[in-house]
């Protein structure tokens, strides 16, 4: 590719970059945002340039620090997955856009917590109110440009009420950091609010009845992305039946959330040999958003 062709590349994939993030901001309840100014952006987007961060190392998910799986494996490429187009499919929230406006954080915060109490109420599940300490409604962020999207409460979040704080929760917390995000400015929630005994999958009658809490959580925030951990929260959001394998690896869309889908903390944990395609997934993100 001759150097005029990649360099006005660069500049289109930077203005789209930036434009996702005026529209982000716009989406976030700011009403006011400067004009994209391409040098600036420019220059932003290279302070964020980092391959392989103390935080990626430490997540394990790092190819180039990983040792070879085999003596046949090839050497892990440093190319980031390019782009591919959103999937277009005639589901309605892959083409349109979040109805109504877009609220400020006072409003969100409150709206969120009034969303909690019914949560924290909710009796539609009989099976799992009586074996439940705690519903885990999600935190984080009200104003989260990026949502990590679970699929049902573990023993030691029933125990805390808290997203994502045991064994998966620890390797997500790696995953969000090695994106150079904190838990903090992200917002972590489930598919289902209750844990299911013995750490079953999620029956589709429980996925339906909170069907309406997720997304609202959703509506509310309206991220720029959200990542689904798993096929339960990408099977919910995404109307279909279609695996992790299939799914990851490009864009699909929510009204006007994109959406990534990737494998879960905890089949991470259980084959790191899948951790390379995650990462990668995540690169793809973050390129996509500005972040390396
Ligand atoms: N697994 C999930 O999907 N969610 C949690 O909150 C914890 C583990």
């Known amino acids: 590719m001759s150097d005029n062709i990649s360099a006005s590349l ?3 994939q930077t203005l789209l970059q930036a434009a996702a ?3 982000h901001l716009a989406r976030s309840g700011v009403h006011w945002t400067p004009r994209p100014n391409l040098q600036n952006v420019a220059h932003l987007k290279d302070r964020f340039t980092v391959v392989a961060t103390p935080a990626v190392v430490a997540a394990g998910l ?7 799986e ?5 050497p892990a490429s440093p190319s980031i997955p390019q782009l591919k187009p959103l999937t277009q499919t005639p589901l309605a929230h892959s083409s349109s856009k979040y109805q109504g ?3 400020g954080i006072a409003e969100r915060k409150s709206r969120l917590s009034i969303l909690q109490s019914e949560v924290a109420q909710c009796t539609k599940c009989p099976e799992l109110v009586r074996c439940r300490e705690h519903t885990v409604f999600g935190e984080g962020n009200p104003q989260a440009r990026f949502m990590f999207f679970g699929e049902a409460p573990g023993a030691d979040e029933d125990h805390s009420g808290r997203p994502f704080v045991g064994k998966a929760g620890q390797l997500l917390t790696k995953m969000i950091e090695a994106c150079k995000l904190s838990r903090e400015e992200v917002y972590i929630f489930n598919t289902i609010k209750c844990r299911p005994p013995n750490n079953r999958n999620p029956e589709p009658d429980e996925v339906a009845n909170c069907r309406t809490y997720f997304e609202q959580q959703i509506q509310l925030i309206r991220p720029e992305y959200i990542v689904c951990l798993g096929a339960v929260s990408s099977q919910a959001l995404l109307d279909n039946k279609l695996s992790v394998g299939r799914l990851r690896g490009s864009f699909h869309r929510y009204f006007d959330s994109k959406v990534l889908v ?3 903390p905890s089949y991470l944990l259980r084959t790191p040999a899948a951790k390379k395609a995650a990462w990668e997934d995540l ?3 973050m390129r996509d958003a500005g972040l390396r």
């Open 70 to 74: 085999s003596p046949t494996q090839q």
């Open 262 to 264: 990737t494998y879960h």
């Open 101 to 103: 406006s877009s609220l």
């Open 10 to 12: 660069d500049r289109n």
């Open 283 to 285: 690169q793809l993100m």
């Open 62 to 68: 790092s190819p180039e620090m990983r040792e070879p």
């Open 21 to 23: 993030l005026a529209e």
